[in-house]
């Protein structure tokens, strides 16, 4: 099963949110995956383990997997194209 890691400074509030947004639209679009939420901190180990990263905060290193938007998310602005990308990215 694909998977999709949600990260932000603590991984308790702001991620778990957007994380649990982005599992019921994948749910009510069909589309099988697990979505984490993870602490900023830990990105390193989960990273390695995931298809698609949705970030909170601007990276500043690159990642070996596709990176979305996480504040689209957040706020509603821009959410419909970030989940048409993250939608591709997991077919």
Known sequence: MKRVIVACGSGVATSQMVASKVARLLKEKRV????????????????????????????????????????????GMGMDKELDKLINLLK
């Open 32 to 75: 099988n995956a697990v979505v984490d939420a993870v602490d900023i901190k830990s990105i390193a180990t989960h990273i390695k383990q995931c298809d698609v990263y949705i970030a909170i905060t601007a990276p500043t290193v690159d990642y070996p997997v596709p990176v979305l938007n996480g504040i689209a998310f957040l706020t």
